[in-house]
């Protein structure tokens, strides 16, 4: 996710990747082309599991 000087978001988002070297692609391409975008946000999502009563 791109965010402008005033960190207010510019909604440009990169597509899921499978490695770094991908990841990181998208956002010099992005930057290259709107130089006013200096700052980027990292979205993680992790998995995670609850068992009722403690661990099984």
């Not at 960190?7 to 070297?21: L, V």
């Not at 998208?26 to 709107?34: C, D, I, T």
């Amino acid at each position: 996710m791109a965010l402008e000087e005033d960190d207010s978001e510019c909604a440009a988002e990169g597509e899921p990747t499978a490695t770094p070297e991908e990841a990181q692609a998208w956002p010099f391409a992005h930057m290259r082309g709107n130089p006013g975008h200096t700052s980027y946000a990292e979205i993680i999502e992790r998995p995670w599991v609850m068992w009722r009563g403690g661990r099984a």
